[in-house]
C-alpha cells in the first residue's frame, strides 16, 4: 500500500488588539512562524508588507484586526489581514488594474501599499458581508509571495 504525504502546508491565526504596538507583534510573529518553517528567503518581504496592512488597520480603523498566515502548494505563502472597515483601497480592489500612484517625495505617508504592489506576486480584497445585516463585518486584505 503506498502512503500519501500532504505538501507542506500550515495556518497560524492572530487577533490584534487596535493597538499602535500591533504592527510590531505582527513582524515578530512572521519572523518566528517563517523562521521556524525554514522561509527565510520571503521574511523580510513578508514581514514588510504584514506590517504596512497592520499599520493601516490601526491607522484607519477603530477596532480589532486579525492576522492569517497560509503555507501554500509550490511554496507560496498568503498573508491575509482583516479589520471592520468595508472600503477596499488601491491596489486590492481591482489588481492588478488598480495601481497606487507614487507618493510625493516629501510625503511621510503614502507608500505602504505601494509596496504591496510592488513587492507581492499577487494580492487582492474582499468586503465581508452584503452591508445591509452584517454591519461591522470589515473586509479582508491578502497578497501572496514565494514559489
Request: glycine residues 12%; proline residues 9%; positive net charge.
Amino acid at each position: 500500500m503506498r502512503t500519501v504525504s500532504p505538501p507542506d502546508t500550515w495556518v497560524y491565526a492572530l487577533r490584534l488588539p487596535h493597538d499602535p504596538r500591533a504592527a510590531r507583534v505582527a513582524r515578530m510573529t512572521v519572523r518566528s512562524v517563517l523562521d521556524s518553517h525554514g522561509r527565510p528567503e520571503v521574511r523580510d518581504t513578508v514581514e514588510l508588507l504584514t506590517s504596512e496592512l497592520v499599520t493601516n488597520t490601526y491607522l484607519h480603523t477603530k477596532g480589532p484586526a486579525s492576522l492569517r498566515l497560509t503555507s501554500l502548494a509550490g511554496g507560496r505563502l498568503r498573508v491575509g489581514v482583516w479589520d471592520r472597515h468595508p472600503g477596499i483601497p488601491a491596489p486590492f480592489g481591482k489588481p492588478p488594474g488598480d495601481r497606487v500612484p507614487a507618493a510625493p517625495v516629501d510625503s511621510e505617508a503614502g507608500r505602504g501599499l505601494r509596496l504591496v504592489q510592488e513587492y507581492a506576486d499577487c494580492w487582492g480584497g474582499w468586503t465581508l458581508g452584503d452591508g445591509l445585516l452584517d454591519r461591522g463585518a470589515g473586509k479582508l486584505l491578502w497578497f501572496e509571495v514565494g514559489g
